[in-house]
């Protein structure tokens, strides 16, 4: 992993681990002294119930598309980009708070999660491209000593 990699990684982790509890914490207080202390938690479960019976909605929806994929020889991609970005929200619902209900909400709609898709898409090829073509097919790439290996070739049907 680069050094820059590496950096963005540790800013993700600040973001997620530092910032989203205090923005979740500040949302939620915001709601509390707008709505009151019940409706807020109120809100917070019937948020929850929304969403778990969205996940498992459209998650029974990207498992038949995925296994309808599968059986007719059909490469899933587009399936299991579905599959994952439900997941994700699924996880993302399961932390308390609106800030998190909402991404995973918007993930898991099935009009907005296409959007998500290209994005996961986009990234995925860069990750898989970066991490492949330097080593292999890179600008300038020389085979090395140990990739060329001097022989003869017998052809077995016509040896005799």
């Known amino acids: 992993m680069t050094t820059t990699r590496r950096r963005r990684f540790s800013w993700v982790l600040v973001l997620l681990f530092l910032v989203m509890p205090l923005a979740e914490l500040f949302v939620l207080i915001q709601v509390g002294q707008v709505i009151g202390v019940w409706w807020t938690i109120l809100l917070l479960i019937a948020d929850s119930i929304f969403g778990a019976w969205l996940m498992r ?24 980009a579905d599959g994952a970005l439900i997941l994700l929200g699924g996880a993302m ?42 080593s292999t097919f890179g600008a300038g790439a020389r ?5 060329i290996v001097t022989g003869e070739v017998i052809d077995k049907d016509n040896s005799a």
Request: hydrophobic letters at 45%; a positive charge; aromatic letters at 8%.
């Open 143 to 147: 085979p090395r000593n140990d990739d």
């Open 57 to 80: 909605r459209e998650g029974a929806r990207a498992w038949t598309a995925l296994t309808t994929a599968l059986s007719t020889g059909k490469l899933p991609s587009n399936e299991i």
């Open 93 to 134: 619902m399961l932390s308390p708070g609106f800030v998190t209900d909402i991404f995973g909400i918007v993930l898991i709609l099935p009009f907005t999660r296409p959007f998500f898709r290209r994005i996961l898409a986009t990234v995925v090829q860069k990750r898989l491209v970066t991490a492949t073509m330097p």
